[in-house]
């Protein structure tokens, strides 16, 4: 029995298409079914993109089967994750998870199932991640764990996600309560992690994402990561994007998607700290400058700051 896939989607056509191309070349994907979760417009002005897009997730062939849910309103990323995510994995007892904007690689849905299979009674373990940040991995494993997950292409199951916490008022009387965890948290999952927290907590921004690590990092739980990345990221610097609007200052390398056969022989705990280097602000500087000593990088840099600042503006 293969996990079934959640697709989220809302008004982004062209990454939405290479999202779904890249699953249907995978492996797995005849043998897999998938669930496409498409958004309501937030206004007027995005009725015709979510609509084309609508147009496009209906023509979707070569799964197992298919199953369409469209939203009337518009709930926002959390919303649509952890409703959708509830919803198919309380049927399902597993899922494999998917935004408009990841695209994999073909062993992609091989390693996610076979991960899900072999940690399932593992009650350290809380996620399985696709996409991996490049580090100086010396035990040349097929896999490594780390406290911080990856929402770029993920899995889990039933018993660990109705664990999880969402909920805004009890995370922020944990903090409330214990003025060290969030040096702790910091410390674990990266020095952006209580910044975004407290954001999420007061609604800044719309990330169902770092609560959901919080609540494992205070359960001391691991994510499951590839050596190499079996997703990337195509949202990033798109004037269409909700929350990658920026540069991506992740580093990765991509595997080739022909190995379909992994090996989880023993736990590998990753504790080099080149891993949460992409969450520093320094890295992210640095990132920007090294961009004006590379061919084409200042355009790069100019086109970030429009879609950033600019077109904000004058809208």
């Not at 496409?36 to 979510?50: A, E, H, L, T």
């Not at 904007?101 to 062993?107: A, E, G, I």
């Not at 992609?108 to 373990?125: G, K, R, V």
């Not at 896999?143 to 009890?170: C, I, M």
Request: hydrophobic share 35%; aromatic share 14%.
């Amino acid at each position: 029995m293969l996990a079934p896939i959640c697709l989220f989607t809302y008004n982004r056509f062209e990454e939405t298409k290479q999202t779904v191309e890249a699953l249907q070349n995978n492996f797995l994907a005849k043998q897999s079914e998938l669930f496409v979760f498409s958004d309501g417009p937030k206004n007027n002005d995005n009725i015709q993109r979510v609509d084309l897009v609508r147009a496009y997730i209906k023509t979707i062939t070569g799964f197992k089967r298919i199953t369409l849910f469209e939203s009337s309103k518009n709930k926002g990323l959390a919303d649509s994750i952890i409703h959708g995510v509830t919803k198919i994995i309380n049927e399902h007892g597993r899922v494999i998870v998917l935004e408009d904007d990841l695209v994999t690689t073909r062993n992609f849905l091989d390693f996610m199932n076979q991960a899900l299979m072999h940690f399932s009674n593992d009650e350290t373990i809380y996620s399985i991640s696709g996409f991996v940040p490049l580090i100086n991995n010396e035990h040349k494993l097929d896999y490594y764990l780390h406290e911080r997950s990856y929402p770029w292409g993920w899995a889990t199951w039933k018993e660990k996600w109705n664990q999880v916490t969402f909920d805004k008022n009890k995370i922020l009387s944990i903090i409330e309560n214990d003025k060290l965890v969030l040096n702790a948290f910091e410390s674990k999952c990266g020095k952006d992690a209580p910044r975004m927290l407290i954001n999420s907590i007061k609604g800044l921004n719309n990330s169902w994402y770092i609560r959901w690590v919080f609540s494992n990092f205070l359960d001391k739980k691991n994510s499951v990561f590839p050596t190499n990345s079996l997703v990337s990221n195509v949202g990033f610097n798109s004037e269409s994007s909700t929350h990658c609007d920026g540069l991506s200052t992740y580093e990765f390398n991509l595997d080739d998607g022909e190995n379909r056969a992994f090996e989880f022989i023993r736990f590998e705990k990753n504790t080099d700290k080149y891993f949460l280097k992409y969450y520093s602000k320094e890295h992210k500087i640095l990132f920007r400058l090294n961009l004006l000593f590379k061919k084409n990088g200042y355009k790069l840099l100019i086109k970030e700051l429009k879609i950033k600042y600019f077109n904000r503006w004058f809208q």
